[in-house]
Structures are given as structure tokens and as C-alpha cells.
């Protein structure tokens, strides 16, 4: 975990992306705080807030969750007295959505079919015994909402559904730094929840419009504009690959088989994969933008793809 000060007053709590759960997070040293994200379990982000501790004293004033996914708040127990910001979609699935309990006996299970030994395999430094799931307590509606911190905006922007149906990022236009939440996975290979692909690259040119000079994403290291234009390219790969074996009537999974990732394959966790074409076969189907993926299933065919690779 390394504390990165991006621009004068404004820090990264950068985590070395190791599969599911090793995210980032972000602290603006203005007007008490404001904390982009807490981390995937209570001890980690208990370990973040030290780190942010040694710039801003005292409990930060305002913590922002970019989304509803566990890696991204299940620490926020930690800031329950703060003012906590999401979007409303954010707030109704954080509360709906997994349960810690549910994770932790995943940890804890000693048979578990491939796919899931592979998430609790990346997950097992965690601890989910002690994480008491809080939502934010100011909604956010798509209209976004504009912070002033010490006479410097923070403008939180909606721009989902794209990796989630609530995803937020935080704009700071005078330091020219975006914390991009899962929007942006730079060198990691994305999962997408909720959403299109449209909808996604429209928010990635979004962020690269604002002409940031640095993005923080929620997994990986910060970059500037091109991440986000290459992220964009990756969706619209796979979508367009996934269509050309959707009207041959090819399965997904044996399509994410044929499919190849060429300059894509050196990100991390590249079998992944199988969750971007099931995500596009459902758009291509028809399916709802809201229509959970079969993560279980998927992380077994990712694992199956992995070893199908490995036999080459
Ligand atoms: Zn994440």
C-alpha cells in the first residue's frame, strides 16, 4: 500500500493490482478530507487511514464511494460519522447486494469448485468477519453535486450506468486529477456489472474530454488520458468480436476461446474475458443493462479459459 501525492494536496492510496479485491482509493487534503473509496476490508482501510492520518489529522470530514462493489467500501464502518456520498443507485445496491458474511465463508469453505477457489484465493489476506456494510448517507442523483473544499471544487460527476448502474467519479478541474473509480482498470482486464458498452466508452471519453492530466483508477496505476481511450478500444474489441461469433451462432464461451486478445493478453487476469463476452451476448440478446451476470458460473469458465490457454 503506498500513500502518492498526485498534485499538490491531493493523494492516491495506490494497492499493487493482485486480482479481485486490490484496489485504490484517494484523499483531497481540503476542508477536514474528503476520501474517494475505502478498500475491501475493514483492516486495510484501517491501514489507509493511518497513511492518510500523516496528512490530514483527525478523522476525514467526507468520504465519496465511486460505486456499490465490496472493494470500494467495506471499509466504510470506519468513516460512519462522515458525510458519505453516492449515487443513489450506489446506495440502494450497496445495502442489496453481497453479503460479507456470504465472502467470508467462501474464504472459509474447504471444497469449492474452481472459480471460487480462485476469488478466495486472490480475497484470503482480507478479513470480511468484521466489515458492517455502510451505505452512503447523501445521495447523489444523476445531476452530480459540486463540492467546495477550502474554495477549490470537487465535482462529483455521474456518468453510469457504465461499469455499475451508479458509478461516480471525482473531478478535481483546478488540479486537473479525475479518481475515476472502476470506470478506469488500467493494464488490469475490467468486469463490468451493470451497464452497456456503449455506455461505458461514453464514459471513458467523458473522462478523457475533461483533459485530465492524471487518472486515478480503481485498479492500476494512474495514467493520463490514453488510459482511458485504450480501455475504451478493449471494450470495443471485444464487443465487436463477440458479435461477429454471436451471428455465427458460436456459445460464449467457446467464442471468449477464439477470440484473440492480442495486444489485451499481458493485462492482468486476461480470462477475465469471459465476463466481457457474456456481458456483450446479453446486450446482443437483448438482455436488460441491469441483469446480473452468473458470476459463479463465469468465474469457473474464466478459470477453464485460463487452463485452456495454459495447454496452448
Ligand atoms: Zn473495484
Redesign the pocket.
Known sequence: MELREVAAGVYACLQPDRGW?W?NSGLVARDGGLVVDTLMDVGHTRRMLELYAGVVPGTPRRLVNT?H????CWGNQLLRDAEIYGHTFCVEAMGADLAPAVLQAMIEAPELGPGPRWFAEDVREFDFSEVEVTPPNRPVGDEGLTLDLDGRPAELVYLGPA?TGGDLVVHLPEDGVVFA??IL?RHCTPIGWEGTTAGWQRALEHIAGLEPELIVP??GEPCGAEGALELRDYLGYVFDESRRFFEAEVPAEEAARRIDLGPYAVWTQPERLVFNVARAYRELRGGAWDEPPEALALMDEAVALRRHWDRG
Open positions: 479485491g484496489s460505486h462493489n465490496p472493494d470500494h461499469h473509480g472502476d482498470f480503481g485498479h
